[in-house]
């Protein structure tokens, strides 16, 4: 779609942008993953608009069992790796898995941020700088659905990548 | 667990501006990180450059456009087909000069603007959408048509619509006789 074209490129210029005017060493590198992180966090929360979630949290407080809980909590994970990947990559993510706990791994082999990078461990180094927005999207995503999180995610070979999302007990 | 199914739609409701969304975010950060509203804006259009670079790649693509002959061919081309087919819209072009190579495009609604009402406080001199002017001017000198592009008049600085203006370089001539060869 032309408008993914647009996106694609405005993410990939962003990634660079941020690096260009950076500095070399690891303090950096981080700050300039978490600028990315924050971009990615206000998008994810304008994705998701806050009105339409009030009905959902006042589901979640009328239940008081912690399993009514995870599973509301595991149905926002669904809606994460199905309605809202498709809405935004296209495409639904591959597998999810879970400790039933408050982790969640998203995996998706064929991430569209990384599908024109390479394919295998070619610049697998500069992966974390692609992945950073899109982190920073589900977190901002999954707080305007009421659950506060920290999302990381790693890649072992491109285009496949993992993000792991850890729920926040509030 | 039983709940209504129909409520469902109603609370996972996604907005489809993944861009749009994307470009206030930068354009937010930017802003925290520049003090200078031309130093924004000079950012924005490079970074409109590079994309515009590239876009105009996918854009020939999708588009098999033919060849043009005149500027003006090439104006309607950006308003009707490179427009509507990034951003969903098509601007209006006139001519504003008898050697026509300068041109505008003119937008009565701007989905790059379409969350801002306004420009935040202190930043009056900010060219929100700065980044198009980049890619129009990145696409051009990529198929050799070397030109300026900058916004002459812009809806969030108060004027009636956003327009924004194209100026060919290269001597028309100079165009027709390349295109001979």
């Known amino acids: ?170 | 667990m039983s709940r209504p199914a129909s409520r469902r739609p109603e609370y996972h409701k996604i907005n489809k501006d993944l861009f749009v969304l994307t470009y206030g975010a930068l354009v937010a950060q930017l802003c925290k990180d520049y003090e200078k509203d031309e130093d924004v804006n000079k950012y924005l259009d490079k970074m409109g450059y590079g994309i515009g670079t590239r876009l105009v790649e996918d854009f020939l693509a999708r588009s098999c456009v033919r060849r043009c002959h005149s500027y003006s061919e090439i104006a309607d081309i950006i308003a009707q087909v490179a427009f509507k087919m990034y951003l969903g819209i098509t601007p209006t072009v006139t001519c504003n000069n008898s050697s026509r190579n300068e041109f505008s495009l003119i937008l009565d609604k701007n989905p790059m603007a379409e969350f801002v009402e306004e420009l935040p406080a202190g930043r009056s001199s900010l060219c929100y959408c700065n980044l198009l002017c980049g890619i129009i001017r990145g696409a051009l000198e990529m198929v050799h048509l070397p030109a300026d592009v900058t916004f002459l008049q812009d809806r969030l600085k108060g004027d009636s619509v956003t327009e924004i203006g194209i100026t060919f370089l290269k001597k028309q001539d100079e165009k027709k006789y390349r295109q001979k060869k």
């Open chain 1, 1 to 170: 779609m032309a408008d993914e074209a647009l996106f694609l490129l405005l993410h990939n210029e962003m990634v660079s942008g941020v690096y260009k005017s950076a500095e070399q060493g690891e303090v950096e590198n981080g700050r300039c993953i978490t600028k990315l992180e924050n971009m990615g966090f206000r998008v994810g929360q304008g994705l998701i608009e806050r009105k339409n979630t009030v009905l959902l949290l006042a589901d979640l407080f009328r239940f008081t069992k912690d399993t009514a809980r995870f599973k509301d909590e595991l149905d926002i994970m669904k809606f994460i790796c199905k309605d809202f990947w498709t809405t935004v990559f296209k495409k639904q993510i591959d597998n999810l898995r879970t400790n039933h706990q408050g982790i969640y791994v998203l995996q998706d082999n064929k991430f569209r941020l990384l599908t024109q990078m390479s394919a295998g461990k070619q610049y697998l180094e500069h992966a974390s700088k692609y992945l950073a927005f899109t982190c920073g999207l589900i977190r901002g995503g999954l707080s305007n659905l009421g659950i506060k999180s920290i999302v990381t995610a790693e890649v072992s070979s491109m285009p496949a990548c993992k993000f792991q999302v850890m729920i926040q007990k509030l």
